[in-house]
């Protein structure tokens, strides 16, 4: 386990309080986008393909922290675009710290070095560098030469002044497992207190959709990186690598949990309001309200099986939600998980039924062609200008 005990306690403590309370939906994590604009514009990224007035919004202190308020979860995760350009994110950061929740403040940390010093270390907050490899890889997914060696040099500063430091890491299509496997140990010796890894979801908004890995290709990828095994520079097997999960959502890519996503599990809060259903799908309209959020989204309607725009996410905030559920009401199972590793041969658990019919994966089929080709262009251009 890669979180210190503060924090494991008093989530463990929330949880037990909703479960000993009957409550069926309760969020873990809020997703707290303060706004969408990026100084990057990497190949799978869903959130930058907004009008230039949209990327100009911010989230204000006092709406940021009412939605922590209302939302009431122990942890809270803060993405966006890129958290750093908002220029009240250290004050959001420092009221959300005093209400003792668990920030993590992801960052593709080219900003990180300018800002650092408005943020005071503390257990209650993590910077959670976006890293999706090594060199080679990284700056390929980000689109832009030399964002690795920044990220890695803003590590070791905030490790430097005692903050605590994850690195991001999102999994695409043609990815080598012995390459993520050396790049989770070179993560490791730079200090970090663990990795948080998922496969990609396939944002319709992308701007390049033939990066994403279907639901079977990442439960495979997933097992022959975790055969690899941490090792040393000298080939010898050295520390475990540490996860930023629950050993049950590590268990669940390696293919050997059919769990079902729990959006409710991580909401997510913007610019619009409460996101209906999750973090990943931003075609589906805003409550008004959190409660208005649990109590009337039609969540049935989402989910592997349910849904063809949820046919291959094994997002974590999705199904890290469900990993926890299943660890809290089965503590012996997540024990011998996390003791033994994930099972990395045999046979695969099954898939959930398909239960939608073919009209649906033909609207969602159809949606997105003109958005991916507008994002291509906007890609292109942004690329050709070298933001
Ligand atoms: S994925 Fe890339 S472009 Fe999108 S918000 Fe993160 S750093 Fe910015
Ligand atoms: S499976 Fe769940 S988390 Fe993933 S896109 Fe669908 S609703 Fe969102």
């Known amino acids: 386990m890669s979180v210190p005990l503060i924090q494991a306690y008093r989530v463990g403590r ?21 706004l969408f604009q990026c100084n990057l514009a990497c190949a799978g990224c869903g959130k930058i393909d907004h009008p230039k007035e ?3 919004k911010r989230l204000s202190v006092e709406d940021a ?16 675009g890129e958290p750093l350009i908002h220029k009240d994110m250290a004050q959001i950061v420092a009221s959300i710290v005093q209400r003792r929740k668990f920030v993590y403040l992801c960052t593709n940390a080219i900003l990180l070095p300018k800002h650092i010093d408005e943020y005071r270390p ?21 689109c832009q030469e030399g964002v690795f060696d920044k990220a890695v040099a803003a590590i070791r500063l905030a490790r430097s002044k005692g903050f605590r430091v994850t690195v991001n890491c999102t999994l695409f299509n043609g990815e080598n497992p012995a390459e993520v496997a050396a790049f989770f140990d ?11 890894v998922s496969p990609g979801y396939s944002y319709h908004h992308a701007p390049r959709q033939d990066v ?50 729990t959006p409710w599990s991580t909401p997510t809060y913007n610019i619009f309001g409460w996101q209906r259903p999750c973090y990943l799908l931003t075609d589906e309209g805003y409550a008004p309200s959190f409660r208005s ?16 725009a949820c046919d291959n996410c094994m997002a974590h905030c999705g199904f890290e939600g469900t990993a926890v559920d299943d660890a809290f009401m089965h503590p012996l199972k997540a024990l011998k998980v996390a003791l033994r590793g994930p099972q990395l041969t045999g046979p695969m658990a099954p898939d959930l039924p398909i239960v939608y019919g073919e009209h649906a994966r ?15 262009r906007a890609s292109d251009a942004q690329h050709t200008a070298g933001l």
């Open 14 to 34: 929330y949880i037990a309080g909703r479960k000993l309370r009957g409550v069926k939906r309760y969020p873990l994590v809020l997703m707290l986008e303060p």
């Open 54 to 56: 949209t990327l100009q």
């Open 65 to 80: 922290l009412r939605a922590v308020d209302e939302c009431g979860a122990p942890m809270v995760s803060i993405p966006g």
């Open 122 to 142: 503390s257990p209650y907050l993590t910077f959670s560098i976006h890293l999706d490899g090594n060199r080679e890889r990284h700056d390929e997914s980000v």
């Open 186 to 196: 070179e993560a490791m010796t730079l200090g970090i207190e663990g990795i948080t």
């Open 212 to 261: 994403f890995l279907g639901r079977s290709a990442s439960k495979r990828l997933f097992r022959e990186i975790f055969k690899r095994g941490p090792k040393s520079a000298d080939g010898e097997s050295r520390r475990r690598w540490s996860f930023n999960h629950s050993s049950l959502f590590l268990d669940f890519l390696a293919g050997n949990q059919a769990y079902q996503c």
């Open 293 to 308: 959020l649990m109590e009337d989204t039609a969540w049935d309607k989402y989910g592997v099986g349910r849904n063809p």
């Open 362 to 376: 033909h609207v969602v089929a159809s949606v997105p062609v003109a958005d991916v080709k507008r994002a291509t």
